[in-house]
């Protein structure tokens, strides 16, 4: 069954850095996101991403935050300079429209990567 | 968005049938389910969906009744690898590509 990978697992940085986490979304789906999930809360949507361009974003999804689809696999989410409260799983997933009769909003989660900001 | 309200815990055996209720008094006519499943440092991943009536995979059985006003999870005989915590959604079925919204779950622990 096809998967939605994420890379690295596990990313450590100092405080300040810029850290891209990168995904290769479900070859035919055309809508990806990020979410995140802080230690011991909720997952939480940062960014969709549709057409090249971005869907919705949260609250979350400042000016320090970016997406990309570099190429026709990839997207990527960079944080420009990390602060300690960026500390939290990030999952990237993605979604097709109305493929083999389910709604198009069905999400595929990649496993995520943790990012620690020392 | 319809609020969905589910229990935080729950405790099951092995070999049990767990029953997980969400209420979500405020759904609307072009809103589905969708239960989710995550397992610690991992992702989300999608166990069932429906609109009306019940609805069964491989996985798991989703029984929604005529108000739609809530639905049940029901896991089959589960095994301590069914540990998990379980997430309630609804969404707008013509909602392509939309957000989704996690709340907090139902934490189940299943035991030997």
């Known amino acids: 069954e096809p998967e939605v990978t994420q890379t690295p697992s596990h990313q450590v940085t100092q405080m300040g850095q810029e850290v891209i986490l990168r995904c290769v979304p479900i070859s035919n789906h055309l809508y990806f996101y990020w979410y995140r999930q802080i230690l011991g809360q909720k997952v939480e949507f940062l960014v969709s991403?549709?057409?090249?361009?971005?869907?919705?974003k949260s609250e979350i999804f400042d000016d320090q935050f970016s997406v990309e689809r570099p190429d026709g696999s990839n997207f990527t989410l960079k944080i420009r300079s990390t602060k300690l409260e960026d500390s939290a799983m990030y999952f990237c997933?993605?979604?097709?429209?109305?493929?083999?009769?389910?709604?198009?909003?069905?999400?595929?989660f990649g496993p995520g990567t943790r990012l620690t900001v020392l | 968005l319809a609020k969905t309200t589910q229990p935080i815990s729950m405790d099951s055996y092995e070999g049990q049938e767990v029953n997980i209720t969400c209420s979500h008094n405020n759904i609307a006519t072009n809103d589905y389910i969708t239960w989710y499943q995550q397992f610690p440092s991992q992702g989300p991943r999608f166990i069932i969906q429906g609109y009306k009536t019940k609805v069964t995979n491989e996985v798991a059985s989703l029984f929604i009744p005529a108000d739609r006003k809530s639905s049940t999870l029901s896991l089959p005989r589960v095994s301590l690898s069914d540990t998990a915590v379980y997430y309630c959604l609804v969404g707008d079925r013509n909602n392509q590509g939309g957000k989704l919204i996690f709340g907090q779950g139902t934490e189940l622990s299943v035991k030997p």
């Open positions: 991403f549709y057409n090249n361009e971005i869907s919705e």
């Open positions: 997933a993605s979604s097709e429209i109305g493929g083999r009769g389910r709604s198009g909003d069905t999400q595929y």
